[in-house]
């Protein structure tokens, strides 16, 4: 079946240090989304985008369609950033979405 | 700010109980979604509804089932809970981008 792949599973940075988070995917994908949950916490959407690249604030997500991989840049982490990253990628006309596991990110001063 | 509202929070019930939860967008969006987080914190796919028709069920048992007034509401209703069922259920609505509700969490005793 479809799958999705992130690396790394975690990781932990000093505040303002600059993170990339991957993304690899098995199936031809519509495009990616990225979200952002706290521990308990609701899904928030990041960035999405079918190909090329596309900013937000410190984010940069990265979209490689063809090579069937993603990535998300963030820039100058801050502690607030820590918790978990999930890519996902969407497929089909219902835009139904495949997650991957997640990287756990841990920002400390 | 939140347009996908989901109702209860949480929920705790013994096996054998049925159970309803609520899912309402205010974004006007023709899709929505029910996702299921286990405990390994994974993501995954129930159901989507498109202007009131099933569109997908991925391989969910039957005690599972949508339910949908209009394309603005999808609830979930599990009839006969078992302990397995416990978990985070996200409801999700789309144009393309998906935006999720805060989850309701289920315990089954």
């Known amino acids: 079946g479809q799958q999705v792949q992130q690396s790394p599973a975690s990781l932990v940075l000093q505040e303002g240090e600059n993170a990339e988070l991957q993304c690899n995917f098995s199936s031809t994908a519509t495009r990616l989304q990225w979200f952002y949950q706290r521990p308990g916490g609701s899904l928030v959407s990041l960035l999405s985008?079918?190909?090329g690249t596309k900013h937000t604030g410190r984010l940069t997500s990265t979209t490689v369609t063809k090579e069937r991989r993603g990535s998300l840049h963030i820039s100058s982490s801050q502690i607030t950033d820590s918790g978990t990253y999930l890519c996902a990628m969407a497929t089909g006309g219902n835009n139904k979405l495949t997650f991957g596991q997640g990287t756990v990110l841990s920002v400390i001063p | 700010e939140t347009a996908v509202f989901q109702t209860p929070n949480y929920h705790v019930t013994q096996v054998g109980n049925e159970v309803s939860f609520n899912c309402k967008q205010t974004l006007g969006h023709d899709t929505m979604y029910w996702y299921k987080q286990d405990s390994k914190k994974l993501l995954k796919i129930m159901f989507s509804y498109n202007n009131k028709q099933l569109i997908v069920n991925e391989t969910v048992p039957r005690r599972f089932s949508p339910q949908s007034s209009d394309k603005a509401h999808l609830n979930l209703r599990i009839k006969s809970v078992e302990p397995e069922d416990s978990a985070v259920y996200l409801c999700a609505s789309s144009y393309g981008e998906q935006y999720f509700g805060p989850g309701t969490r289920l315990t089954v005793l």
């Open positions: 985008n079918p190909s």
